[in-house]
């Protein structure tokens, strides 16, 4: 709930667009000091996460979603009903968000935990009241009711996994189908559940965890590296693609820089490395465990 304008984070600030929302994980990852790191994602959270992991593929190495969506409510469906069901939900935050009578919030707590015990509902209801004002709230679903990231899904480069509750009211179990698709190499788990937020007692609270595990704890064994300090972030993502055996116009298309910007950077892996040719630095390279996405 710590998003900008939420929680503990600064509830008065002009821009709560999804830009914003990236340039804020950008500066946590780099004020934690972070290198190289497995990223979760949650539903909208897990739309900041996609985008981050595009922006940066050689900090990601790894990516869980979990009820996560790359398109937001009015882009799912534009009909007319629509349009009018969501100013409708907006309203109702508008008037009833604030008030200690927790019936205009149960319909949100009833979406995302249909199958919690009334004590729970009670307890995320008050939870979203002190989260966020009124105000903040319709701004931010406002925001995300537009957002679309489909052309970001498809460039993600990181080993995904994708788990979501199979009867999801808050996110439709066909968004997750739509990412798995757009996502190359993505692997979809369905969870049985009906929970937007998993429930501790129910199993598929201990299936995300194991699966998570299992894909997280195999990738990191399977992609120890010797980190070489001289080079830059984006240096080292060059260095990782050479590794691999492509050649710079593959390399600029992974990386989303022109050709002219790899050949650049190539030359400073060159100097940096003491290496004369590509054959040299692939040679090194895979020495200290590069090239093994």
Known sequence: MDQRCCGLSDWGVDEVLFEALIHDLEAVVDAAGLDCFALVGHSQGGTIAMEYAVRHPERVSHLVLLGAFARGALRRNTSARAVEEQEALLKLVEVGWGRNDDSYRQLFSGQFLPGGSIE??????ELQRLSA???NAVRIMRAWQSIDISDSAQRVQCPTLIMHARNDRRIPFEEARRLAASIPGA???????ENHI?????????????EMRAFVGAGERATIRTALPSLTARETAVLDRIAEGLDNAQIAAHLTLSEKTVRNYV???FDKLGV???????VLARKNGYGSR
């Open 120 to 125: 729970q509902i009670q307890s995320f209801s």
């Open 133 to 135: 004002s009124a105000e």
């Open 187 to 193: 692997r979809l788990v369905p969870l049985e559940s």
């Open 198 to 210: 998993l429930l501790e007692r129910e199993p598929a609270f201990a299936q995300f965890f194991e």
């Open 267 to 269: 030359t400073q892996i």
């Open 276 to 282: 004369e040719n590509r054959s040299q630095t692939i």
